[in-house]
């Protein structure tokens, strides 16, 4: 019996649902969330050692590089919270039927960036 090969599927083309985003993003950001861990330990050490070491972190943290990397890290860590209560509803079966998970995805969108666009806008 000859079996018909798998169709090549290109991954670029394929549209997700928004479900599907929600939850790759939350995965990713947990990862980099975890990755950069060791500069927030620097930085909680830097922010707690002197007052000379604080002003040190302020300097470098006004480097505007700098602040969009930390502006990136707080998008990530809003998103994943937002993802992660989401995932908890979604656990105890709040929101599981269609509409709702898509409600509750776009919600986490929707907050996660005007989270992170405020805090920007005022850290700025």
Not at 28 to 54: D, K, T
Not at 65 to 92: E, N, P, Q, S, T
Request: aromatic fraction near 10%.
């Amino acid at each position: 019996m000859n079996k018909p090969r798998p169709k090549y599927l290109n991954l670029f083309q394929i549209r997700f649902p928004v479900m599907a985003i929600v939850s790759g993003m939350h995965r990713i950001s947990g990862a980099v969330l975890f990755l950069f861990l060791p500069l927030f330990l620097w930085m909680l050490q830097m922010s707690l050692e002197s007052r000379q070491s604080f002003e040190a972190l302020r300097a470098v943290a006004a480097n505007p590089f700098m602040k969009l990397v930390l502006l990136g890290l707080l998008w990530g860590y809003v998103h994943h919270l937002c993802a992660g209560i989401r995932h908890l509803a979604l656990d105890l079966h709040i929101g599981t039927e269609l509409a709702g998970a898509r409600l509750s995805s776009m919600v986490v969108m929707v907050v996660s960036i005007g989270v992170t666009l405020g805090a920007g806008v005022a850290l700025w």
